[in-house]
């Protein structure tokens, strides 16, 4: 780390008014080489990530370039759950349902602190489905994937039940029966940089803010042309490209003279807004709307609500997305019909949407196109490298899809080690005895004087690696300014050192949800602080 090391926080943190003036400026390039890798992956999704770490594991040389921030688009913008998709089963997702639930419990032992079980509500008094065809389905969820430590569906009377509090009555005045099943809660984004961080741990270089602008075939390798943010443009080779580039994997295809083979990416855009919290407790519900769409309403953050996802074709070219004002009327028509609390869209806290680069099944309607992946590979020709593209996907399968690139890619690299990922915990997921709570205990006897809320918190975004972030630390102070929220310089800094942030949109909305939190202002302090650990860095 630059600043106040992981063994030793009581160095000195950069003031305010030092931040421009303590480091010099940047020094000049002094050279280039060629460097030669196994994988170069395109796209620092969940996908891209997950290829990387599992390849590394492997004993495979990888770059993985990402245009942007880790996680930058889809895959911080989903609605947050490792989940099989109950819902799937309508479309007879069998082996997608299946292979997500098995995945499902997988995960959750792999990252305990990012990753926890969560109960769902499924109120059946506005449900365009009959009772007996939800409880069938339900029934296959509980069955499909060999659950083993989730709880199965129970059936509840709302009215009876304190899971029913904070719900409408309906007809005749009663919240009637629901059903409640298991899933899991994520944080997307973290998920994806801590796939990133295992994949550099085991030798994988990951360069963010870098971008593919072309490749072209040399013999049997690919010469690959990449441009930084900053303008610096050098060339790698690679024996096999990985286009996991998501919304833009049509877009790579094209920057390296590859058609999609008839393949295509179907774009469809998914919103959610954040709520003052709608209703106590730590359940969720799924809302059955008259279009037979589902809407989930889910705890977060402590004092919000999250409501979401949408479902719309997207057919302007991928990037950043907004909810539009049709989505807002959609999902607040949806809360004020199950919950007794009316809102309005000045009652909308934040908002987020994403664009998910979906296979195209030529579905007709945007909710029914399969949420199932589709790997293309290329194989090697004398004159033509390998390409593996990959289509589609979902956040829980994501393992899986990595396990089943590395079966194509072990077809140019044989030597390749065999698959390791299924029972090894993501970094900070190695809690004694998977237990969170007991964690945070342990950490409360060792730093005493740190406020409790403070320890929770950095126990569930790092799990055990916020042990490098407390360090020597003993009271709050010692760990530099604090920037809002309980959000310190130590932490900052092991961001930019360990977890490739550079802006504060990296910190407050990705890395964590503290945009929600921290005063007005707080962006641009830590945007002046990171610039400056850049400068530093640079200047090395």
Same mark, same amino acid.
């Not at 005045?173 to 899933?183: E, M, P, T």
């Not at 916020?466 to 604090?482: K, W, Y």
């Given at each position: 780390?630059?600043? /106040?090391? %992981?063994? +030793? $926080?009581?160095?000195?943190?950069?003031?305010?008014?030092?931040?421009?003036?303590?480091?010099?400026?940047?020094?000049?390039? $002094? /050279?280039?080489? #060629?460097?030669?890798? +196994?994988?170069?992956?395109?796209? /620092?999704? #969940? %996908?891209?990530?997950?290829?990387? =770490?599992?390849?590394?594991? =492997?004993?495979?040389?990888?770059?993985? #370039?990402?245009? +942007? +921030?880790?996680?930058? &688009? $889809?895959?911080?913008?989903?609605?947050?759950?490792?989940?099989?998709?109950?819902?799937y089963l309508e479309y007879y997702e069998f082996r997608l349902v299946r292979e997500a639930l098995i995945e499902r419990e997988r995960l959750l032992a792999m990252a305990p602190h990012i990753m926890w079980p969560l109960r769902f509500v499924l109120p059946q008094s506005l449900s365009p489905?009959?009772?007996?065809?939800?409880?069938?389905?339900?029934?296959? &969820?509980? !069955?499909?994937?060999?659950?083993? !430590?989730?709880?199965?569906?129970?059936?509840? !009377?709302?009215?009876?039940?304190?899971?029913?509090?904070?719900?409408?009555?309906?007809?005749?005045?009663?919240?009637?029966?629901?059903?409640?099943?298991?899933?899991?809660?994520?944080?997307?984004?973290?998920l994806v940089v801590l796939n990133a961080m295992d994949a550099a741990a085991r030798g994988a270089r990951?360069? *963010?803010? *870098?971008?593919? *602008?072309?490749?072209? %075939?040399? %013999?049997?390798?690919?010469?690959? *042309?990449?441009?930084?943010?900053?303008?610096t443009v050098r060339q790698v080779r690679a024996r096999m490209l990985v286009n996991a580039a998501g919304p833009w994997v049509d877009k790579v295809l094209g920057r390296i003279g590859r058609s999609n083979n008839n393949r295509g990416v179907r774009l469809v855009k998914g919103s959610h807004m954040i709520l003052p919290r709608l209703y106590d407790g730590d359940h969720a519900f799924m809302l059955q709307n008259p279009d037979r769409r589902i809407v989930f309403a889910i705890p977060y953050e402590g004092e919000f609500t999250l409501i979401g996802t949408t479902d719309e074709p997207w057919t302007d070219e991928p990037g950043k997305a907004e909810i539009s004002q049709g989505e807002v009327d959609y999902l607040c028509a949806t809360v004020n019909r199950y919950f007794e609390k009316e809102i309005t869209p000045s009652d909308i806290v934040w908002s987020y949407a994403g664009i998910r680069p979906l296979y195209d099944d030529h579905a007709a309607d945007a909710s029914a196109v399969t949420r199932d992946y589709v790997l293309d590979f290329e194989k090697p020709e004398k004159t033509r490298a390998p390409l593996l593209s990959i289509f589609g996907g979902k956040i829980t399968t994501y393992r899986k899809l990595a396990e089943h690139a590395m079966e194509h890619i072990a077809e140019v690299f044989p030597t390749a080690g065999k698959a390791w990922t299924a029972g090894e915990p993501l970094p900070g997921g190695n809690l004694p005895g998977q237990d969170f709570d007991r964690f945070v205990a342990d950490l409360s006897s060792r730093w005493p004087d740190m406020p409790s809320k403070l320890?929770?918190?950095?126990?569930?975004?790092?799990?055990?690696?916020?042990?490098?972030?407390?360090? @020597? @630390?003993?009271?709050?102070?010692?760990?530099?300014?604090?920037?809002?929220?309980?959000?310190?310089?130590?932490?900052?800094?092991?961001?930019?050192?360990?977890?490739?942030?550079? $802006?504060?949109?990296d910190i407050l909305y990705r890395r964590s949800k503290l945009g929600l939190h921290v005063p007005p202002g707080t962006e641009t302090e830590i945007d002046a602080y990171l610039s400056t650990l850049s400068r530093c860095v640079a200047s090395l």
């Open positions: 780390m630059p600043f /106040g090391s %992981n063994q +030793d $926080t009581s160095a000195a943190f950069l003031s305010r008014e030092d931040r421009m003036t303590a480091c010099p400026p940047p020094s000049p390039a $002094t /050279g280039m080489h #060629v460097e030669t890798y +196994d994988l170069l992956i395109v796209g /620092g999704g #969940v %996908n891209g990530a997950g290829i990387a =770490r599992d390849a590394a594991g =492997r004993g495979l040389s990888v770059l993985l #370039v990402e245009q +942007d +921030d880790l996680a930058s &688009y $889809t895959s911080s913008s989903s609605t947050k759950l490792i989940h099989g998709g109950l819902r489905r009959p009772a007996w065809m939800v409880r069938l389905g339900l029934f296959l &969820y509980d !069955n499909l994937g060999g659950r083993k !430590n989730l709880p199965g569906t129970e059936t509840i !009377n709302l009215d009876r039940s304190p899971r029913g509090i904070g719900l409408k009555p309906q007809k005749g005045k009663k919240r009637g029966k629901a059903f409640v099943y298991s899933d899991g809660w994520v944080e997307d984004s973290r990951i360069e *963010t803010r *870098t971008q593919l *602008t072309q490749a072209q %075939n040399e %013999n049997d390798e690919w010469i690959a *042309t990449l441009e930084t943010k900053a303008g320890l929770r918190r950095l126990a569930r975004a790092y799990g055990t690696e916020a042990i490098q972030i407390l360090g @020597a @630390a003993s009271v709050p102070a010692d760990l530099g300014e604090d920037f809002g929220a309980g959000l310190h310089a130590a932490e900052i800094e092991y961001l930019f050192a360990a977890e490739w942030a550079r $802006t504060a949109e």
